[in-house]
C-alpha cells in the first residue's frame, strides 16, 4: 500500500507542480509569467501578473508537498483549490478532457481527496516526522476548504461582463 501511495503522490503531486511551472516560466512548455497572465485573463480572471504568480506557487507548493508527503493534509487542500478553480474554467465545456473539459481536473481534485484520507503512507516526509496519522477531522476540514477556497477564489477573482467587454475595447484600440 505504501507504495502505491507513493507513485500516487509522485505523479500528482509533479504534475500539479508542472502546470504551476508553465503558468511562471518557459519551462515545461510555459509561456512565462506574461503567457500565464494572458491565460488568466483569456478565463475570465481580474489580478493580471499577480494572479498568474500566486496560482503558479499554489501549483508549485501544493505539487512539491504532496509529491513530498509533508504536511499532507495542506497540500491536498491547496491542490484541490487549484484544481478547482481549474474545473471552474473549463465547466462549460462538459466532462471529457477531449472537448478541453473539466475531467482532467476533477481527477486530481479526487486523487487529492482520497490522499487527505488515506494519509500520505510510510515513504514520506510526514512519516519520517511522526506527524501522521492525521485525525480524521483534519481530512475532513481539507477536503471542505479546499474546493470551498477555490470557488471562492473564483468568485472574487472572476471579471463582471462589463470590465470583460471594457477588456475587450481596450485590446481593439491598441
Same mark, same amino acid.
Not at 142 to 160: C, D, E, F, K, Q
Given at each position: 500500500?505504501?507504495?502505491?501511495?507513493?507513485?500516487?503522490?509522485?505523479?500528482?503531486?509533479?504534475?500539479?507542480?508542472?502546470?504551476?511551472?508553465?503558468?511562471? *516560466?518557459?519551462?515545461?512548455?510555459?509561456?512565462?509569467?506574461?503567457?500565464?497572465?494572458?491565460? /488568466?485573463?483569456?478565463?475570465?480572471?481580474?489580478?493580471?501578473?499577480?494572479?498568474?504568480?500566486?496560482?503558479?506557487?499554489?501549483?508549485?507548493?501544493?505539487?512539491? /508537498?504532496?509529491?513530498?508527503?509533508?504536511?499532507?493534509?495542506?497540500?491536498? %487542500?491547496?491542490? %484541490?483549490?487549484? %484544481?478547482?478553480?481549474?474545473?471552474?474554467?473549463?465547466? @462549460?465545456?462538459?466532462?471529457?478532457?477531449?472537448?478541453?473539459?473539466?475531467?482532467?481536473?476533477?481527477?486530481?481534485?479526487?486523487?487529492?481527496? *482520497?490522499?487527505?484520507?488515506?494519509?500520505?503512507?510510510?515513504? *514520506?516526509?510526514?512519516?519520517?516526522?511522526?506527524?501522521?496519522?492525521?485525525?480524521?477531522?483534519?481530512?475532513?476540514?481539507?477536503?471542505?476548504?479546499?474546493?470551498?477556497?477555490?470557488?471562492?477564489?473564483?468568485?472574487?477573482? @472572476?471579471?463582471?461582463?462589463?470590465?470583460?467587454?471594457?477588456?475587450?475595447?481596450?485590446?481593439?484600440?491598441?
Amino acid at each position: 500500500m505504501d507504495a502505491g501511495l507513493l507513485v500516487l503522490r509522485l505523479v500528482a503531486g509533479l504534475l500539479i507542480a508542472g502546470h504551476g511551472v508553465q503558468k511562471v *516560466s518557459f519551462r515545461l512548455g510555459g509561456n512565462g509569467l506574461a503567457g500565464g497572465t494572458e491565460e /488568466f485573463r483569456r478565463d475570465g480572471f481580474r489580478g493580471g501578473v499577480l494572479t498568474a504568480l500566486v496560482a503558479g506557487a499554489g501549483q508549485i507548493g501544493a505539487g512539491l /508537498f504532496l509529491a513530498l508527503g509533508l504536511l499532507t493534509p495542506l497540500a491536498t %487542500m491547496a491542490a %484541490m483549490g487549484v %484544481m478547482t478553480v481549474a474545473g471552474t474554467v473549463k465547466w @462549460h465545456k462538459g466532462l471529457w478532457v477531449q472537448n478541453d473539459g473539466y475531467e482532467y481536473p476533477m481527477v486530481l481534485v479526487v486523487v487529492s481527496a *482520497s490522499l487527505a484520507l488515506t494519509g500520505p503512507g510510510r515513504w *514520506s516526509v510526514d512519516h519520517a516526522l511522526g506527524t501522521t496519522p492525521w485525525p480524521l477531522w483534519i481530512a475532513v476540514a481539507a477536503i471542505v476548504l479546499g474546493p470551498a477556497s477555490g470557488l471562492l477564489t473564483r468568485v472574487v477573482l @472572476h471579471r463582471t461582463d462589463s470590465e470583460a467587454e471594457g477588456t475587450r475595447h481596450a485590446q481593439a484600440a491598441e
